[in-house]
């Protein structure tokens, strides 16, 4: 008896009962597939003959892709891409097809510099996305990888600020009763950041102001990464690898080491990957070779000189 308890402590989805079996409804990928590009071609008046003269690909195979069944390689999706003037994307559309309005939006800000990109980016969320300004510097959110303070400096920020301090991580594991380390053993990624999103959400609904630290992959999720910028005003904690390396060892934590020679060369990879992620913070502060009190007076001062000065003065008194 004892044996099946901890079984199903160690597995929460195990029961006495089989899982049902549920068929799935989701719509077949290659007939989604097939049917994008047999709109794609009939849009532009195109026969399957031309289509496969100027894409190279047999009439035959492409009769085969139409109707679902041909089992298409990223060569031939580029090759039929091109031919149809489209992007792959466009293609691997899941769902029904966008409206004119939005192919044509997309089409206009593809255009738009960098710059310009965000300042879209900002009246679009001011203007349609019920954003308020004065409550997003409300909520301050640090980003950035394992290492770099978030936790330490959030603590003291906070403090400092009189605002709640709140760890994402944490939350997490306290919502689904599992360590981290099991929730990707039992759930998987995908579980992971249902988890993820949902607790984001639960405190943005709860908490009208807080320093939150975040996990250091947040920012590989889209629409996740996407929510934080646009509710909370956002501070990439910055270091090098290795000091990041350092930290981590200097708290405890040997499993970036542990049976990894390449680790430094891992941390230095996906530091280099999520760079451009990070860089979408409203703030940077490097925290390499700085102690606790300098960095939080760093950025002490850094928030002072942004339009979320006004909104921590009336917080903090």
Request: glycine share 6%; charged share 25%.
């Amino acid at each position: 008896m004892k044996k099946a308890a901890a079984r199903t402590a160690r597995n929460p989805n195990r029961s006495g009962k089989r899982a049902v079996q549920t068929k799935s409804t989701a719509p077949d990928p290659l007939k989604l597939l097939g049917d994008r590009v047999r709109q794609a071609r009939a849009r532009r008046g195109m026969t399957r003959k031309q289509l496969a003269r100027d894409s190279g690909v047999s009439e035959r195979y492409l009769a085969q892709i139409e109707g679902g069944k041909g089992n298409i390689s990223v060569l031939v999706l580029r090759l039929l891409a091109k031919a149809l003037n489209v992007s792959i994307d466009a293609l691997l559309l899941e769902g029904s097809e966008p409206p004119v309005e939005f192919v044509h939006t997309v089409e206009f800000l593809r255009r738009l510099s960098i710059d310009d990109l965000k300042l879209a980016r900002q009246m679009l969320l001011y203007q349609f996305g019920g954003v308020d300004p004065a409550a997003r510097h409300r909520r301050i959110a640090l980003i950035g990888l394992r290492g770099a303070g978030k936790s330490t400096l959030g603590a003291a920020l906070a403090e400092r600020l009189e605002m709640p301090f709140l760890e994402l991580d944490r939350l997490i594991e306290q919502t689904s009763g599992l360590t981290l380390d099991l929730i990707f053993d039992f759930h998987g990624q995908a579980g992971f950041r249902q988890l993820e999103r949902q607790c984001l959400e639960d405190v943005l609904q709860r908490r009208p102001c807080f320093v939150l630290a975040t996990g250091g992959s947040l920012v590989s999720e889209p629409g996740t990464f996407e929510r934080l910028l646009s509710t909370c005003f956002t501070v990439w904690l910055r270091a090098s690898p290795e000091e990041h390396m350092q930290r981590v060892i200097a708290q405890g934590d040997m499993r970036p080491m542990a049976n990894n020679r390449d680790a430094m060369s891992d941390l230095k990879r996906i530091l280099g990957e999520r760079e451009v992620l990070y860089s979408k913070a409203d703030l940077q502060l490097n925290t390499a070779t700085r102690s606790l009190e300098e960095s939080l007076e760093m950025l002490i001062q850094a928030l002072r000189e942004t339009p979320v000065r006004e909104s921590l003065a009336v917080v903090s008194h």
